[in-house]
Nanobody, 117 residues
Framework: QVQLVESGGGLVQAGGSLRLSCAAS????????MGWYRQAPGKEREFVAR????????YYADSVKDRFTISRDNAKNTVYLQMNSLKPEDTAVYYC??????????WGQGTQVTVSS
């Protein structure tokens, strides 16, 4: 069982930056692929980024590539999402996810990110 708690959301102006954090419970954090998803009002949840257990590989949605960076600290059981050059269309609830074997089975409660124009 993995419990995930996101933090770091808030209100920021377009062009600004935020760093989201996701703290995970459990002693096997490094086994899990970690991901970030987001859901804007009236839209379906969409993939943002994911990172392998070792942190050696990361993948991004085209919409955030070159602006967002996912990273993890396995010693702290924490995954991060550094978001730069934020745009109003990045406004959403951001969710942290953990999974094994190619699917995400654990989700956090979400943190709101609002980007004003």
């Amino acid at each position: 069982q993995v419990q995930l708690v996101e933090s770091g959301g808030g209100l920021v102006q377009a062009g600004g930056s935020l760093r989201l954090s996701c703290a995970a419970s459990g002693r096997t954090f490094s086994r899990y692929t970690m991901g970030w998803y987001r859901q804007a009002p009236g839209k379906e949840r969409e993939f943002v980024a994911r990172i392998t257990g070792s942190g050696g590989s990361a993948y991004y949605a085209d919409s955030v590539k070159d602006r967002f960076t996912i990273s993890r600290d396995n010693a702290k059981n924490t995954v991060y999402l550094q978001m730069n050059s934020l745009k109003p269309e990045d406004t959403a609830v951001y969710y942290c996810a953990a999974g094994l074997g190619g699917s995400f089975g654990y989700w956090g409660q979400g943190t709101q990110v609002t980007v004003s124009s």
